[in-house]
């Protein structure tokens, strides 16, 4: 079994800045990559940013320039920084792990979502 913990969601103003923590732990062998996805109101879900094991990053268009993320693999944690935050970034942020199981299986898990509200 996974487990992953998110944590930094909140409410900022427009310009502010909030940094998102994913911790991942459980069964996993190792990790091909990590990332986030949001789905904001009414939208469906879409991807963000996410990072390979070995340092490759992907961002989205609307984001790049403003987010960065990164990643800790000793504690298989990812971070997602923030910054220029507009009222366009508000949605449901989503943590995503694609990992290969003890078993030498490939499987991706999500996290519960954490919220994150700009303000004008």
């Known amino acids: 079994q996974v487990r992953l913990v998110e944590s930094g969601g909140g409410l900022v103003q427009a310009g502010g800045s909030l940094r998102l923590s994913c911790a991942a732990s459980g069964s996993i062998f190792s990790v091909n990559h990590m990332g986030w996805y949001r789905q904001p109101p009414g939208k469906q879900r879409e991807l963000v940013s996410t990072?390979?094991?070995?340092?490759?990053?992907d961002y989205a268009d609307s984001v790049k320039g403003r987010f960065t993320i990164s990643r800790d693999s000793q504690t298989r944690t990812v971070y997602l920084q923030m910054d220029d935050l507009a009222p366009e970034d508000t949605a449901v942020y989503y943590c995503?792990?694609?990992?290969?199981?003890?078993?030498?299986?490939?499987?991706?898990?999500w996290g519960q979502g954490t919220q994150v509200t700009v303000s004008p």
């Open positions: 990072i390979r094991w070995d340092g490759a990053t």
């Open positions: 995503e792990i694609d990992y290969v199981r003890r078993g030498y299986s490939r499987a991706t898990y």
